[in-house]
């Protein structure tokens, strides 16, 4: 399916087998932005539980989180296979 392989997509799915219904109840992002206007850099931290999954920075606010949701999906992925 087209967008399978989108890394906020992926942790959702992944949220959603653990979580259920309940999964965004157990999610929380901190995004925000530092510096010159014509040269931002976008800082993206995913938090499960209220515990860092993933942090990320990007030029664009769409990067860091999706970089951030790619380290969080790895995370919580090799978290489950033990």
Same mark, same amino acid.
């Given at each position: /399916?087209?967008?399978?392989?989108?890394?906020?997509?992926?942790?959702?799915? %992944?949220?959603?087998?653990?979580?259920?219904? !309940?999964?965004?109840?157990?999610?929380?992002? %901190?995004? *925000?932005?530092?510096?010159?206007?014509?040269?931002?850099?976008?800082?993206?931290?995913? *938090?499960?539980?209220? /515990?860092? *999954?993933?942090?990320?920075?990007?030029?664009?606010?769409?990067?860091?989180?999706? %970089?951030?949701?790619?380290?969080?999906?790895?995370?919580?992925?090799? %978290?489950? !296979?033990?």
């Amino acid at each position: /399916m087209p967008g399978d392989d989108h890394p906020r997509q992926k942790l959702n799915n %992944e949220l959603q087998k653990i979580y259920g219904p !309940s999964a965004q109840d157990h999610v929380r992002w %901190e995004v *925000y932005s530092q510096g010159p206007p014509n040269n931002l850099i976008w800082h993206a931290t995913v *938090y499960i539980d209220d /515990m860092n *999954y993933g942090h990320a920075s990007s030029r664009t606010r769409g990067g860091a989180q999706d %970089e951030a949701a790619g380290k969080a999906y790895d995370f919580l992925r090799r %978290e489950r !296979s033990r």
